[in-house]
């Protein structure tokens, strides 16, 4: 009868510990540099032991991969959760927006993590990767909400690629300028160029195609 707020105490303790190592490891990586920085840096800023980082995190470069893979779950999550009758675009644009959302914060915390994604090698890559297995949920989104066959429509890949294109070419944008051109704008402006292609699609219906949005 007791045990679940146990489990549920305890679960929120693991996901404090966690949260106060990344926090530190994406502060420390992102003001000194990715080589720099050492794990026993990043465990004597979260105030935990070596023993503790390796329970949550097998490197530091896992830190960074854990942050990408939660940016996905939440393009994702927001794509799913768009009403059905929306136009791609706009669940698209949506769907993006939540991870770039963060940019937005006044700190520039977000900025610094961005700017070391993209100018490490190591971590570029692992951002590559991971934009590959977004491509693929966000595929299996887009086919599952027109009701298309991914396998035989080039449209929800094709969509969901033009997203993930737009989404990189902001946060290149972003983190070149240094923070000084607002993420919000870049993401608009961004949409606005690809919406016509993404917009182009039609509906599998019961009765045949109809035009989306018709």
């Not at 995190?57 to 994702?76: T, Y």
């Not at 706009?90 to 937005?104: E, I, K, P, T, Y």
């Amino acid at each position: 009868m007791n045990s679940q707020p146990e489990i549920s105490l305890a679960q929120r303790k693991r996901q404090l510990v966690s949260n106060e190592l990344t926090e530190a490891a994406l502060q420390l990586l992102a003001l000194k540099g990715f080589d720099a920085v050492t794990i026993d840096e990043i465990v004597a800023t979260a105030g935990v032991s070596k023993r503790t980082f390796f329970r949550y995190f097998a490197s530091k470069e896992d830190v960074v991969v854990q942050f990408l893979a939660g940016m996905g779950i939440g393009m994702h999550a927001e794509l799913a959760a768009r009403p059905i009758e929306e136009r791609p675009s706009v669940a698209l644009q949506h769907a993006v927006w939540v991870s770039m959302a963060a940019c937005g914060d006044p700190s520039d915390r977000a900025l610094r993590v961005v700017q070391l994604i993209l100018r490490t090698p190591a971590l570029h890559a692992r951002f590559l990767e991971r934009q590959a297995q977004w491509c693929d949920d966000l595929t299996a989104e887009l086919a599952r909400r027109l009701e298309l066959d991914p396998d035989a429509d080039l449209y929800p890949q094709l969509a969901a690629g033009m997203a993930l294109t737009a989404f990189g070419a902001v946060l290149q944008r972003w983190s070149g300028s240094e923070g000084a051109e607002d993420p919000a704008e870049l993401t608009d402006r961004a949409f606005k160029v690809i919406a016509p292609a993404l917009d182009a699609v039609e509906r599998r219906a019961s009765s045949g195609h109809t035009p989306n949005g018709a």
